[in-house]
């Protein structure tokens, strides 16, 4: 071999191995950035799986801190009903107490004639007088001063038929008071110490408003 041909075999050997140093380097930065490229992935993932881990983890906890919070309200809740009724309770059985004793007082039978009087000096129609059985024994009282009440109205002058009264027990009543009918008009006015009672309970009830609202784990 001459030395022409040995150089051109050494240029040949020289590119070859120029070439081969190329892909080589070109093939490792490719796999390098394959490597990274799927590195990043993995990462991504891991990081994107433990952020939906945490939150479904901090979800669970909410769930469960919204569920003992609703449930230590809602016996909250139940507790003041119940004391709260509790105290309706004290506070109208003594309202009760001091309207029987009211009712077995000295002043009563003269505040009922009143109110008897004061009822049907504004009605004209004729009227039967509801009253505790117990009160029977003012029933004569009542009539009495019916009576004057009509001769007052009669003294001023009317065209009406003198109006007519009668008197007759209702168990229905059992703390005093007395409740008018008029059977011709259609008429009842119900002027008992019961219904007193009764409305004012209603009332209470409605200035104090429920004890127990919505549910707020319902709302949540």
Known sequence: MSVRDEEKL?????????????????????????????????????????YEHIQSELKNIRRENSQTISREIMEKRRELLLYREQIMGK??????????????GDTYCKWLVKLCVDVLRKQSASFTIFLSPKDMQYKYNILEALDALLDEKLEFGTSDAAPVYSVTPDKNIRLGGARFY?????????????????????????????????????QA
């Open 91 to 104: 506070v109208f059985d003594l309202t009760r107490e001091k309207l029987v004793g009211f009712a077995a």
């Open 10 to 50: 050494m240029r040949f050997v020289n590119e070859s191995l120029g070439e081969a140093e190329e892909i080589a380097a070109r093939i490792d930065a490719e796999v390098s950035a394959e490597e990274a490229r799927r590195l990043e992935e993995g990462e991504h993932k891991i990081l994107t799986e433990a």
């Open 182 to 218: 008029s059977s011709a008009h259609g008429i009842s006015i119900d002027a008992t110490l019961d219904d007193g009672l009764n409305a004012e309970r209603s009332h209470f009830n409605s200035l104090l408003g429920p004890a127990v609202c919505d549910d707020p784990e319902a």
